[in-house]
Every structure is written in C-alpha cells, then in structure tokens.
C-alpha cells in the first residue's frame, strides 16, 4: 500500500503496474452506477499551481466517481496564500486540517516531496516541474498494454522536449521493467537528462539519441510526442529556435508500421497536425479517457483499506 505517490520509482513494480492496469481495464467497462463508492466520507483536496486540463479534471472526476467530497484551488499559484508569501509546506500544512488527500501540480522539481515531508495525509504528484509525472507515466503504459498488449518487445521513440518533459521521465522509467527498445529523438539542446539515461544503461535497456527520426520512423512500434515546453526556457529565443523541430503530419505517418501508435500527453501546441487524428494509430484522445481509469485505480488502490 502507498502512503504518498509522489515517484515514479515507487511504482517500479511489474506486479503493482500489471494490477492497476488490470483495475483500469475494469472500471473502464463497468456503467457508472456500478463503481464502488470506496472514497466515500473521505474529503480530497486538488491544488494546482501550474495550468492543467486532462490531469485536474481527470482527477477531480476521478475522486467524485469514488465517492470522495473534492476541495479545489486551481491556479493556486495567484489564488491560494502562496501569492502572499505562504510557504508550501504551511499551504500543505493547512490543508490537512481539511482533507485526507492531497492532488498537487507545482511548477518545482522536488516539490511534491517536500509537501510529503510534512503532510499527515497522503500526497499524489500531478507534476513537479520538469522533474516527474508518475500518474501520466502510469496512464501512458496503460495505453501501451491496451494498444499493444504488453510494453515488451516493442520499440518506442520519444520525440521532441525531452529535457523539460516530466511525461517523458515517468514513462521511460516505467517502461524500462520490461524488455523495449528506446529511440530519444529531439534538438541537441533538448537531450533526456543524464541521470535517466545512466538509469537505462544499468537496466541493460537499448537506446540511441537521434536528431532527427527519417532513418527510425518506418520501424517504431510507439512514437510518443511530446509539446516543447515553453514555460521552462529561460530564453524566448531558445524556445523559438526548437519550437517546430518535429512536427507529425500524414506524409510522415504513411510511412510508420501499420500497427503502430501514436501517443501524445497533450496539450499539443503544433507537433501533431489535426489530420493525423483521424487515422486509426492516434491514441492521443483516447489515453485522456484511459487517465481517468488509471486515477480511478490508483486511488482506489491508496485510499481502499
Ligand atoms: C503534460 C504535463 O503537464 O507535463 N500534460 C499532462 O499532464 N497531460 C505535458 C505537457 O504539458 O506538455
């Protein structure tokens, strides 16, 4: 049982995926008026210091069908008492005198451990900064197993901001249980960080680094995009120089396997154009719905005793 989810190297267990993946998979087929109820009485606090749509809302859905009473502050960085100076372990602080579970989105890396060091009650991470996402990371293989049936034996090329994109940090980790083959394709200035690189080479996980994705695209099983994320540049024109360095169109996709996927965290600025999406491979809507399931299970999983 998790108190906080707050890594994504907590949930580096085949067992624990496989089950929550399996919960998903049941919640996604049962009628609404049949889920359990296994968060009523309980109260659960959402607080959001970063824009989100899917995370927050898939969450805040996720915590009704439950059950549970939601309290909510979005945009919390300008309407909580952090805009007056409050520190976040006293927002954290606060909070537990109302709650019995924390959902938080920080723009800092490391923050989410720093609430749970002084919350009673459990912390889920929804995002801290460019660091980890573990509930994406957590959908993202769900997506994976339901399109795939399983993440081995399967190439994945992740495309674009992998410095900055905490998806990609959460989901190569998860992934990297299992037998895959990893393709990093993005600028130079956009590498995934050392420290997950030397992860996977301790792992005996294969990956390259590319610039560019002409020689591996006619061979990859997944290729997940990803939005350069702005809001991390120190520089205007940094983001400008790799805003548009991969962009999907159809003449790329023509040339991927038939069978393979296309992924996306979304929001998506530019890297995918909209005529890609009818083709069957776009998974990107459909790992929106697959969050909800996931954050049903997984709160049922932290929550249910
Ligand atoms: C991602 C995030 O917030 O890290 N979005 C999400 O949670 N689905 C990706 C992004 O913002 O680009």
Redesign the pocket.
Known sequence: MLKHAISTTQFLDKGLLDRLCKRAAELAAMPLAEYPKPLEHLTIASIFFEP?T??RLSFETAIQNLGAHLITVENAGESSSGKKGESLEDTIRVINCYADGIIMRHPEIGSAARAAAVSQVPIINA?DGAGD?PT?GLLDTYTIYKAKKSPNGLKIAFVGDLLF???VHSLAQLLSLYKVEFVFISPGSLRMPKEYLADLTRKGIKYTELDSWDKVIGDVDVLYM??V?KERFKLVEDYMAVKDSFILNLPIVKKMKKDAIIMH???RVNEIEPAVDADPRAMYFQEVRNGLYMRMALLEHMFDN
Do not use: A, K, V
Request: charged fraction near 20%; charge should be positive; aromatic fraction near 0%.
């Open positions: 989100s899917r995370t995002g996402h994406q994109g905490r998806t990803t939005r994320q965290p979304l929001p």
